[in-house]
């Protein structure tokens, strides 16, 4: 039978001109807060990876501690305390609070030197995830057996656990679900990072009443001018408190946070945050674990779910519907997905490539590793080994430019 003319395509694309009835249409693509955040704050704009750093214009990453900040110091901002009644407020107050010796010198010990082997190895062998920020060691659950007892709050590896998992369950309820795992290393001379809020992903829609993310970061050396993560107190309720869609005006300044290691900073998923320069001779390790409302996820695990023979048929349109297209750092595997663009065929993102492995059984994980291995490793020994050179069109063994 013919289709009625109404639903072919020139005559839906017909009906649906600049003059046609789109009620979301506008606020769907108003890009706010983002585009108002630095209208209103240019100091705010994150420079180009090739352009030079200027110092001395109270550019957002030129900035110091709050006790010292000449806008911030007479405040009562948070500092490291075990007191959960003082957490809990400061938290809700500034968006951020700090767990004082939430790790102990020997858990700090033992955690680093894991993270700084693995970091080292998967140098060495080609496989990292850098940036001008930092590098990423992605999917640490799998790399060291101390990893999945973070995400259990187990006080053997995190001895202030039962405090961090009190204060997730409070925020965004029971059942929130570990959104990532991963470490983020800065390295002297590193480019800033883009203020942004970790719940940005479900802009333009803003939640005043609570956040639907709270990110816990294991610090694991001592954080200040130099090195630490960039915050801007109570952005997390002025940004939401202009209500979804809408622009953002002038906001107060930033401040590096400042804490000895072994704390852990937990920020409330609104709150404007970035990683800063390295100002420092060494290397920043710190591990960073966003908690998500359990609802952020597809209803359907069309990962585990989806029968191999409707993959192998599958159109891009449809593996970019079911969440098998990654971008940027959403639905990645092992880090494979964060240099795709999440458009539909797009070969750096995708997922059904790495699950066709699963499905045969082949797939090899890339577990704790040592630089020693990293050294002998065998070319393709690992499926990250095989995506990153088929999809990624990296060279086996590349190393990075940025260090």
Known sequence: ???????????????????????????????????????SNPWMRTPATKDEIVWGEGRYYD????????????????????????????????????????????????????LVEQAAAEREAGIDYPGGSFQLICSLINKGEIFPKFLEHDPEVVQGGPVIERLLDETLRKG????????????????????????????????????????????????DERNGTLIVPTSHKLIPAVGSGNKVGKLPPTIHVEAPAGTVLLFDGRLLHGTSINRGDDWRYVMVQPSMKPWVRSQENFMLSTDPRVLENASPKLLQRIG???????GNAEGFGNRGTG??????????????????????????????EAQRLAEDRYTLQVLQREREGRQPGQRNHYW
């Open 343 to 372: 458009r539909a065929g797009d070969p750096a993102g995708s997922m059904a490539a790495a699950r066709a492995f699963l499905t045969a059984g082949d797939y090899r994980h890339v577990g704790e590793l040592t630089v020693d």
């Open 324 to 330: 098998m297209q990654g971008t940027g750092g959403l």
């Open 176 to 223: 929130w679900c570990v959104f990532s795992f991963t470490a983020n290393i800065s390295y002297p001379g590193c480019m800033p990072m883009g203020l942004h809020q970790d719940q940005g992903a479900i802009n333009p829609f803003q939640t005043p009443e609570a956040p639907v993310d709270v990110t816990t970061m294991y610090i694991l050396e001592d954080v």
């Open 63 to 114: 900035t110091t501690v709050g006790r010292k900040h000449p806008y911030w110091k007479d405040f009562d901002l948070p500092t490291p305390t075990k007191d959960l009644h003082q957490i809990r407020r400061d938290l809700f107050e500034w968006g951020f609070c700090l767990v004082e010796d939430a790790l102990s010198a020997d858990q700090v010990r033992q955690t680093r030197a894991r």
């Open 1 to 39: 039978m013919p289709v009625p003319i109404e639903f072919t395509p020139e005559a839906v694309e017909a009906a649906s001109g600049p003059d046609a009835f789109q009620p979301y249409e506008t606020f769907l693509r108003s890009r706010q807060p983002v585009d108002s955040i630095v209208e």
